[in-house]
């Protein structure tokens, strides 16, 4: 309604920036569909200014994804009021936080074999959850490793899958705050393992604020893992084909504008750590991972990303892992 209105989509388009009359009419419509209110005129002002830069800085990725080969997958989304600093500093980890993994083998990319994947219906992948304004994808990505290789294993058999505690492995793995980022493989020796296994997300709520251990031996546990893996480099196919959907790290700076397609240009170093469900590789012009995120449903294409598979695509297949072993 509000595109027909205004004349102009919401979705990405060969120029999201125009005039500054056409601007305002695109960001009293994008406050609308996103409910955002400013309580002061220099709140405001920021934020329109903000909007016009993330405008142009859509356009240009744009730009670069159709002079890759690929497609126009950047447009409008709920961070379009943040400048690009604001975004990195609120949504992803904090530089020195995540330790990059280090590998021995070659690093040969292999090309993508036909077929398709996704793990998703398989009934082993929990709905798409928000770590809003904290750093803690890194707990995100390994609680819903957990959960999905948990499921794999059995340990939901006969009943329904519940969301383990993402507040249980971000504070119960360092000493710091975790919101500031890590390492998804810490958490699945020290934030489960070292306590018998993860709690419930009901019982134990993410809070956006990862500081205390709040652990409760009398709690029911309902995974547990006996260690990780740490894939080779460029494995993430055979992973989805032979094991589960692993947790992920990525690089994800340019993440802020894309809503939807196949997104095959990124830059930056990894920042981020999400769940790989599955690929598309038959039937489709473009083959592409298919990334679930954790920046709720509003975001990406319902909660989720695709990442052409040609090539490594925001360094996908650099850090891949998973649990081992998984029991209740």
């Known amino acids: 309604m509000l595109s027909a209105i205004f004349g102009f989509s919401l979705f990405a388009q060969a120029s999201l920036h125009g005039s500054a009359d056409q601007n305002y009419a695109k960001f009293q419509a994008w406050q609308a569909q996103y409910g955002k209110v400013y309580g002061t005129h220099a709140e405001f002002?920021?934020?329109?200014?903000?909007?016009?830069?993330?405008?142009?800085?859509?356009?240009?990725r744009n730009a670069a994804e159709l002079a890759a080969g690929g497609e126009e997958c950047h447009g409008l989304t709920q961070f379009a009021d943040l400048s690009q600093g604001q975004f990195q500093d609120m949504y992803l980890m904090k530089p020195g936080y995540y330790v990059p993994r280090e590998h021995n083998e070659t690093a040969r990319i292999p090309a993508p074999m036909a077929g398709n994947v996704?793990?998703?219906?398989?009934?082993?992948?929990?709905?798409?959850k928000n770590q809003a304004q904290c750093g803690s994808c890194w707990a995100f990505?390994?609680?819903?490793?957990?959960?999905?290789?948990?499921?794999?294993?059995?340990?939901?058999?006969?009943?329904?899958m519940i969301p383990l505690s993402t507040e249980?492995?971000?504070?119960c793995t360092y000493s710091y705050n975790g919101c500031n980022g890590g390492n998804p493989q810490n958490?699945?020796?020290?934030?489960?393992?070292?306590?018998?296994?993860?709690?419930?997300?009901?019982?134990?709520?993410?809070?956006?604020?990862?500081a205390t251990c709040s652990v409760k031996s009398t709690a029911t546990k309902y995974v547990n893992t006996n260690g990780y893996v740490n894939a080779p480099k460029n494995s993430l196919q055979n992973v989805l084909d032979t094991s589960g959907p692993p947790s992920v790290c990525v690089a994800a700076e340019s993440w802020n504008t894309y809503n939807g397609g196949v997104m095959s240009s990124c830059v930056g170093s990894i920042d981020h750590?999400?769940?790989?469900?599955?690929?598309?590789?038959?039937?489709?012009?473009?083959?592409?991972?298919?990334?679930?995120n954790s920046w709720g449903t509003s975001w990406g294409i319902q909660g989720y990303i695709y990442l052409a598979m040609a090539g490594d695509t925001c360094q996908i297949q650099d850090d891949i892992n998973y649990p081992i072993d998984t029991k209740v």
């Open 273 to 292: 750590c999400v769940q790989a469900v599955g690929y598309t590789n038959s039937g489709v012009a473009t083959p592409y991972w298919i990334v679930r």
């Open 141 to 160: 990505s390994a609680t819903e490793a957990m959960e999905s290789y948990g499921a794999i294993g059995g340990f939901y058999t006969g009943g329904t």
């Open 168 to 171: 249980q492995s971000c504070s």
């Open 187 to 210: 958490v699945y020796k020290t934030a489960v393992q070292n306590y018998g296994g993860e709690e419930s997300d009901s019982y134990y709520p993410y809070t956006m604020n990862c």
């Open 118 to 128: 996704d793990w998703r219906t398989k009934g082993v992948v929990t709905p798409v």
């Open 45 to 60: 002002d920021k934020a329109f200014t903000n909007f016009q830069n993330f405008l142009i800085m859509a356009d240009a």
